[in-house]
Nanobody, 124 residues
């Protein structure tokens, strides 16, 4: 089992950047595929980006390609989401997720573990 804690959210203006972090408990972090999701008020939770166990293959939703970067540091049990050129439409609660399936996962149903979320608000 793994516990996930997100940090790094906040209030920024459009065009600015934020870096989210998600730190996992346990000694097997490198065994988990990791994902970042977001949920805006009144909308379903959607996948933003995912990364495989070794930090190799990644997936990005079309709406963040070229602006967001997912990465991981297995020595620090941490996955990051660097968010550049933020837009008001990026305002949401961002969640970190983990699962032992050894492939890229982009659906909420396939992730076994979730963090509590961190709020990102982008003002225009």
């Amino acid at each position: 089992q793994v516990q996930l804690v997100e940090s790094g959210g906040g209030l920024v203006q459009a065009g600015e950047s934020l870096r989210l972090s998600c730190t996992a408990s346990g000694r097997t972090f490198s065994s988990y595929t990791m994902g970042w999701f977001r949920q805006a008020p009144g909308k379903e939770r959607e996948c933003v980006a995912t990364i495989n166990q070794s930090g190799g293959p990644t997936y990005y939703a079309d709406f963040v390609k070229g602006r967001f970067t997912i990465s991981r540091d297995n020595a620090k049990n941490t996955v990051y989401l660097q968010m550049n050129s933020l837009e008001p439409e990026d305002t949401a609660v961002y969640y970190c997720a983990a699962d032992l399936r050894p492939w890229i996962i982009i659906t909420t149903a396939e992730y076994s573990y979730w963090g509590q979320g961190t709020q990102v608000t982008v003002s225009s």
